[in-house]
């Protein structure tokens, strides 16, 4: 895989085939967990801080650096029906995603958002 993506992918030390699955998991990520809008962002974090794990997605939002988050302690986050979503989005079995997942979160909260902070509903940009 080329491109920043490709070159994000290889930092994280991925695998030719974890590379070629992460865009169809970034995809799902950013569709199931409703990355794209304010309310998305501000449950996942919510649901992070709920389990202790909140300064994890504040590190994902600030401008600074990333704090790695394991694939349990995202299954732990995530509902079951989200797993279930990503799964049936991605068709790779729960062994397979959840390490996939635990990578590329955090880029994908990153890139969700892009000013180093969390959307605000009221100010949204339609």
């Known amino acids: 895989m080329s491109g920043l993506f490709g070159q994000i992918l290889q930092s994280l030390g991925m695998g030719e085939a974890e590379q070629n699955a992460a865009p169809v998991v970034h995809g799902a990520l950013s569709d199931v967990l409703n990355l794209n809008s304010p309310d998305g962002i501000n449950n996942l974090a919510n649901s992070f801080a709920a389990s202790g794990l909140g300064q994890h997605v504040q ?26 979503a990503l799964i049936q989005r991605t068709g790779l079995p729960i062994a397979a995603l959840m390490p996939l997942v635990s990578k590329l979160l955090p880029h994908a909260v990153d890139q969700a958002t892009p000013g180093g902070a969390t959307p605000n509903t009221d100010s949204q940009n339609v």
Do not use: R
């Not at 600030?62 to 079951?80: D, K, W, Y």
């Open 59 to 84: 590190s994902w939002i600030g401008s600074g650096g990333n704090i790695p988050i394991t694939a349990e302690q995202v299954q732990g986050v995530l509902s079951n029906d989200q797993v279930q």
